[in-house]
Every structure is written in C-alpha cells, then in structure tokens.
Nanobody
C-alpha cells in the first residue's frame, strides 16, 4: 500500500504564492507519474499538473506560466509551486501518484484546501 500526505495549503490573497508538497510512503518499488488535481465546489475534479519519470510535465492551460510541478525521487515527494494565484484557483487540491508496489496502482491524497481571496 501507498500513503500520501499533502501539506502546504492555506489562505492567500490574489497575487500571492503557495507551495504544496506530497510525500508518498509505503512499500514502493518505483513511482511512474505524480500529479496534482483540484476540485472546486460544484465542479468536477480536474488535472492541474503532472510529471512523469524522466521529468516531462504537462499543465492545465489555466495554470501555465504560473504553476510549476517538480519531484524529488529520492524523497518520493512531488511539489506544486503556485505563483500569481487567482480567486478561481480556490479548490481542494489532491495529490495523485501512480506507483508500483507488488502491483501497479493509482493513489490519492486526502486533499488540501487552497483559498485565494480577492
């Protein structure tokens, strides 16, 4: 099994920055992809950013140029640096990891709230 612990959410004014972290632990053999999704009230969960082994990334159009995803494989940790935050970025942010333990599995964190005030 894999456990994900997220941190770094909070309340920030528009134009501010936050950095989210997600630590993966458990019987991990390797991690293929790590990503961040978000879900705002009344909306579907959407991909924010994703990074695969080797470092290739993809971002939602709405966050390109403002958010940066990175990973530290030695620490099994993925980060999301969020700059120039906007009120529409307000959501619960979820970490997502595709990991290989005894089997290949997809795991979700518990979510961390990000609130951007105008």
């Amino acid at each position: 099994q894999v456990q994900l612990v997220e941190s770094g959410g909070g309340l920030v004014q528009a134009g501010g920055s936050l950095r989210l972290s997600c630590l993966a632990s458990g019987s991990i053999v390797s991690i293929n992809a790590m990503g961040w999704y978000r879900q705002a009230p009344g909306k579907q969960r959407e991909l924010v950013a994703r990074i695969i082994r080797g470092g290739s990334t993809n971002y939602a159009d709405s966050v390109k140029g403002r958010f940066t995803i990175s990973r530290d494989d030695a620490k099994n940790t993925v980060y999301l640096q969020m700059n120039n935050l906007k009120p529409e970025d307000t959501a619960v942010y979820y970490c997502n990891v595709e990991a290989i333990t005894k089997y290949r599995g997809l795991y979700w964190g518990q979510g961390t709230q990000v609130t951007v005030s105008s």
